[in-house]
């Protein structure tokens, strides 16, 4: 079989010879990758041109709701995968984590679109006030970014590794260009077929390179962005390309590190956490063949505990069942190909230049199935570095396969300082029971990881384990990792586009960005917000209400149906040294009887009210004095249907501004009411 790339529009053969592509498991071939001929400057344009346009004008939820549309259709079809991925030498467990792991990125994202505006730009943070008297303020904006997000991926995630970066530079309307790891590329060829048949996306909105794409960062400009997962040297001389630094090109760089995971010095043999932490070792060692950037290289433990775990995770390696991910009772296949195998024992020469092998085979393995042979199966390996704050060369050299090393400490300052000598990792994980150690260590060894993992027995059931990246936090680190963040929920937005500080007077910030910015224009309307639905309310609209004058009789009544007998709203005689001059209305009867002032009661297109936000008291008030309220629409937030008998609706952000006889704002906050539409279609 010929891989074939999709670019401009189309699918397209490459016209050399190119790279015959194996089975990791039978060395039977699979297909030929091949790019010989593309324009790469052609392509970049191409996504500028067509598929970027086309994903700026669609909304965040637009695009969010496309995304969930193809997370669908893809798990729909996720058994076909499958199928294909065991060639990789994956098993069933690690295809579920790369084909449902990528899908979920999928879903995960497109919820997210609940954060952003129903416009296709971000207002980021709250209005800067710029001037004395209020006429002149700043903003800022986010856009997207006009031209291409180019992902060169790792070969061992070849559906994940894709589908985690597409789904958050769709969801910030940039298109992307894909190029996966050659020698699992064919898998990923499957997958990008369905998601172009399916038309979901918007034409130019992705491409994929299935062969070489060297030189492609010699074509890039300053609104492109390039991420990297993979070696750090690879890493490192990507991002000192020339081009890179000319044009200023955003470069996100995820690359292998040396993870480790830390024994609590709490955590005795037959313990939760000692249990947890084996499974934890040995899951990380096999999953994947250990092909994974997040995988447990350094295992440090307390050094009265060393021949306890050696002894416990040696038994719990020998019971993995290894060969042909297709046959029943496997738990772990093979690397990605002979390639891989080679070098991973190179990798494991070195580091026995300081280490000694404790468990494991260089040279035999005993894999299950006919023609494994051929296959590029390899033993997991663990070894033992007993010094390893000299023999550094554990913290320098990674060995790309199921292999770690057990290092041992005396002090817990010192297995944070070991997990440091990495000199920056993805990920670290520690197993303890005692929430001391578990602060000390995190607040130690934060400043050299991307995420840090604390196991326990009170999280152990659900936790997604020290390997798995989430969707909504951030996943890279510093240093040797790359010094990049992928997803990060709307952080992960973010690095494709555009923050825009923006100045002028309120009533233009607000035609800006659609969003009532406080001392802008109001509209006051004769008909009342609540009396209009969705689709006729427009941001500025606004009732000014009716006033009434507090009472102490309203205060003494809203302690007692509320229960709220602070001592400033019903005692009088103790308010010596408060800020306080006489009995002070509750803040809550304030917005309580605000409700009272701009609610229409007559049924209508308001549904309900579906919260708070940002409520703030802001002067007292006493009895005697006026309040009235201006209700302003702040915002307007699209709903889709959950389904047919669903009420099509909307939610609508109102700001209730309490002011008193002086004109004085005394309470200020933003309610969120659910409006109905008037077309139900």
Same mark, same amino acid.
């Given at each position: ?7 401009? #529009? ?17 060395? *039977? ?21 067509? @598929? ?18 193809? %997370?669908?259709?893809? $798990? ?9 991925? $065991?060639?990789? @030498?994956?098993?069933?467990? /690690? ?5 449902? @792991? ?19 730009? $971000? ?10 008297? #209020? ?75 299935? @062969? ?24 490192? &001389? ?36 000692? /249990? ?8 990380? &060692?096999? *999953? ?19 021949? /306890?775990?050696?002894?416990?995770? =040696?038994?719990?390696? !020998? ?39 404790? $468990?494991?085979? &260089? ?23 007993? /010094? ?8 320098e050299i990674e060995a790309f396969g199921p292999v770690s090393t057990l290092l041992p400490y005396r002090t817990l300052d010192e297995a944070v300082e070991i997990t440091k000598l990495g000199k920056g990792s993805l990920v670290c994980s520690m197993a303890t029971y005692n929430d001391s150690h578990a602060k000390e260590f995190v607040l130690g060894a934060a400043s050299h990881h991307g995420r840090i993992l604390v196991l326990n027995r009170d999280c152990a059931k659900e936790s997604t384990g020290h390997g798995s990246p989430m969707p909504l936090l951030t996943h890279g680190g510093p240093g040797r990792a790359g010094g990049g963040e992928e997803m990060g929920g709307k952080r992960g937005v973010f690095h494709y586009m555009q923050r825009t500080a923006i100045q002028g ?47 102490? !009789? ?7 149906? !509320? ?28 917005? !309580?009887? =605000? ?15 579906? #919260? ?35 009420? %099509? ?17 005394? %309470?200020? =906050?933003?309610?969120?009411? &659910? ?7």
């Amino acid at each position: 079989m010929r891989l074939e790339n999709y670019v401009l #529009g189309k699918w397209t053969p490459g016209d050399g010879d190119g790279k015959i592509l194996y089975n990791a498991i039978n060395g *039977v071939e699979v297909a030929v990758a091949d790019s010989t001929g593309l324009d790469f400057d052609d392509i970049l344009k191409y996504g500028r041109k067509v @598929g970027n346009p086309a994903l700026r004008r669609m909304t965040f939820q637009e695009r969010g709701l496309m995304l969930k549309s193809l %997370a669908l259709h893809l $798990y729909s079809l996720k058994d076909k995968f499958y199928q294909v991925s $065991y060639a990789t @030498g994956a098993t069933k467990t /690690d295809s579920w984590i790369d084909i449902e @792991g990528g899908i979920g990125n999928l879903f995960a994202y497109a919820s997210l679109r609940r954060q952003f505006p129903n416009e296709p730009f $971000y207002v980021d943070g709250e209005a800067a006030p710029l001037s004395k008297g #209020g006429s002149f303020i700043g903003h800022h904006i986010m856009v997207p970014k006009e031209g291409v997000a180019v992902h060169i991926n790792a070969f061992n995630f070849p559906v994940w590794g894709m589908l985690e970066k597409v789904a958050v530079n769709f969801l910030a309307g940039v298109p992307a260009v894909v190029k996966p790891a050659t020698i699992t590329s064919y898998l990923t060829e499957v997958v990008v077929r369905e998601i172009i048949a399916s038309k979901i996306l918007p034409e130019g909105a992705l491409q994929l390179i299935c @062969g070489s794409a060297r030189g492609i960062i010699d074509h890039v400009e300053s609104q492109d962005i390039v991420t990297f997962t993979g070696s750090a040297d690879t890493g490192k &001389m990507l991002k000192s390309n020339k081009r890179i630094v000319e044009e200023a090109v955003p470069f996100n760089m995820e690359a292998d590190s040396l993870n480790s995971s830390v024994l609590g010095p709490d955590v005795e043999p037959g313990s939760p956490e000692f /249990d947890l932490f084996i499974k934890e070792v040995q899951r990380e &060692m096999t *999953v994947k063949c250990g092909q994974k950037c997040t995988a447990i290289r350094r295992v440090i433990v307390p050094e009265d505990k060393l021949e /306890d775990v050696q002894i416990a995770l =040696a038994n719990r390696l !020998s019971k993995t069942t290894i060969g042909d991910p297709q046959i029943e009772g496997v738990r772990m296949g093979a690397l990605a190909g002979k390639e891989q195998v080679n070098e991973v024992r190179d990798r494991v020469e070195e580091l026995l230049a300081t280490s000694e092998l404790v $468990y494991g085979s &260089m040279d035999q393995v005993d894999a299950q199935g006919d023609g494994t042979e051929n296959g590029a199966f390899i033993s997991p390996l663990l070894l033992v570095n007993n /010094d390893p704050l000299n023999n550094l060369s554990t913290h320098e050299i990674e060995a790309f396969g199921p292999v770690s090393t057990l290092l041992p400490y005396r002090t817990l300052d010192e297995a944070v300082e070991i997990t440091k000598l990495g000199k920056g990792s993805l990920v670290c994980s520690m197993a303890t029971y005692n929430d001391s150690h578990a602060k000390e260590f995190v607040l130690g060894a934060a400043s050299h990881h991307g995420r840090i993992l604390v196991l326990n027995r009170d999280c152990a059931k659900e936790s997604t384990g020290h390997g798995s990246p989430m969707p909504l936090l951030t996943h890279g680190g510093p240093g040797r990792a790359g010094g990049g963040e992928e997803m990060g929920g709307k952080r992960g937005v973010f690095h494709y586009m555009q923050r825009t500080a923006i100045q002028g007077s309120p009533t233009t910030l607000t035609h800006v960005t659609n969003q009532y910015q406080v001392g802008g224009k109001q509209n006051e309307t004769e008909i009342h917000p609540f009396r209009k639905h969705f689709e006729d309310l427009e941001v500025g609209d606004t009732v000014i209400t009716a006033k009434h004058t507090v009472t102490e !009789s309203d205060i003494s009544n809203f302690a007692n149906v !509320s229960g709220d007998n602070f001592y400033a709203h019903v005692d009088a005689t103790s308010l010596e040294g408060t800020i306080f001059e006489q009995r002070v209305a509750h803040g809550y009867f304030v917005l !309580s009887k =605000a409700a009272g002032l701009f609610v229409e009661p007559r049924k209508g297109p308001v549904l309900l009210n579906y #919260g708070i936000e940002e409520c703030r008291f802001t002067k007292p008030v006493y009895p005697g004095m006026t309040i009235g309220v201006k209700l302003t629409v702040k915002e307007k937030v699209e709903q889709e249907k959950k389904n047919e008998e669903d009420i %099509a609706k909307g939610i609508v952000k109102f700001l209730v501004d309490v002011y008193d006889e002086s004109d004085e704002t005394v %309470a200020i =906050a933003t309610i969120l009411t &659910m409006v109905k539409k008037k077309n139900q279609d």
